[in-house]
């Protein structure tokens, strides 16, 4: 065989050899989507998951429905039935399952109550709504409180919750003996990253057809300020609650709700009129809402304890549950520092 001959022979091992890599390659991407066909669509987050099947597995024997306007609110009552009452309201994204730390070890000194906030958990979204301002969210604890004839209760709430908490507490003081605060929103920030792109147009649109189960995942770990805690059914919780059918078009407009308080100037404004007995509970590794907001808080409320626990993040009640329901215990026991 000649020079030319060696070299066209060379030539077709090099194509053939291309076409070799480019088929494995190929082969590669589709044996990986068949894969991830094959986990289902619930993984991908592209189908709703049916309510009948997120009820069953993750309601109980306590949960509880009530009719306010076109919602239908999931709640638990439970605890020691003619205890102090404790109401508690989770954070964005996230369910009444969040305080389930919180219920374990303060179920035998008080009457517990939890909801799941409109366009969460097994809730939903509300049909009648594109927008859930503060104003909305309290009204319907109001008549959430109403309709379960709770004249005076704590109030606890994380994140979102502690934002409607504080403002609940103002709206409606005589309703409120003591407040907690778990990292909650009131001063203007930042949003967390993957909230404020989803609240983008387009992107938000997208996120209501494909959510997947990795991108909740990392969202959960971020939160956390030891990620070794967040567990595979805690991620599948959180991704799960947020395929209910409706959810994820209810979070995409909270988002943009919150979007649009967190960057007005006045939104921490009448804090300082909030003079209900506050403890602040705040996680020192906290990215969503930093230390800087709770300096906030602390200077502006008139009665108000502090407690920042180092190596914790976002939600402290699902992060280490037994102490800081300890916390809270001791709170809602002692004398408040206007009765002194």
């Not at 669509?41 to 993750?58: K, M, N």
């Not at 730390?101 to 939903?124: E, F, K, M, N, S």
């Not at 983008?200 to 959960?220: A, C, D, T």
Request: aromatic residues 8%.
């Amino acid at each position: 065989m000649g020079e030319r001959g060696s070299r066209e022979v060379n030539m077709l091992i090099c194509a053939a050899t291309t076409i070799t890599m480019r088929i494995t390659m190929l082969t590669r991407w589709l044996v990986m989507a068949a894969l991830l066909l094959l986990a289902g669509c619930s993984s991908l987050g592209i189908a709703d998951r049916p309510l009948d099947e997120l009820q069953q597995r993750y309601s109980n024997e306590r949960s509880q429905y009530l009719t306010i306007g076109a919602l239908n609110i999931h709640y638990r009552d439970e605890g020691k039935r003619d205890g102090p009452v404790i109401l508690m309201l989770h954070g964005v994204a996230s369910s009444l399952h969040t305080w389930d730390g919180w219920v374990q070890a303060l179920a035998p000194h008080y009457r517990l109550v939890r909801i799941d906030l409109p366009a969460h958990g097994l809730t939903g979204p509300d049909p009648d709504r594109e927008r859930y301002d503060i104003d909305y969210m309290v009204e319907v604890l109001r008549e959430f409180t109403q309709q379960l004839q709770l004249p005076r209760f704590v109030l606890a709430g994380n994140s979102l919750g502690g934002y409607i908490s504080w403002n609940y507490a103002l709206a409606h003081p005589q309703q409120v003996d003591k407040l907690i605060l778990l990292d909650a929103a009131g001063y203007p920030q930042d949003m967390p990253f993957i909230m404020s792109l989803a609240s983008w147009p387009l992107v938000g649109e997208m996120s209501q057809w494909f959510m997947p189960r990795f991108i909740v995942g990392m969202n959960v770990r971020e939160a956390y300020g030891d990620s070794d805690k967040v567990t595979a059914e805690l991620v599948r919780r959180y991704h799960d609650l947020s395929l209910r059918p409706g959810n994820r078009q209810g979070l995409t407009a909270v988002f943009r709700t919150m979007k649009e308080q967190s960057s007005n100037e006045q939104l921490g404004d009448r804090v300082a009129e909030v003079t209900t007995p506050t403890l602040l509970m705040w996680g020192a590794l906290d990215d969503w809402v930093p230390l800087s907001v709770m300096e906030r808080f602390a200077a502006d409320l008139p009665d108000v304890d502090v407690i920042v626990y180092d190596g914790v993040g976002h939600m402290p009640m699902e992060e280490i549950p037994a102490r800081s329901a300890a916390d809270a215990h001791r709170f809602i026991q002692a004398a408040s520092i206007a009765a002194e």
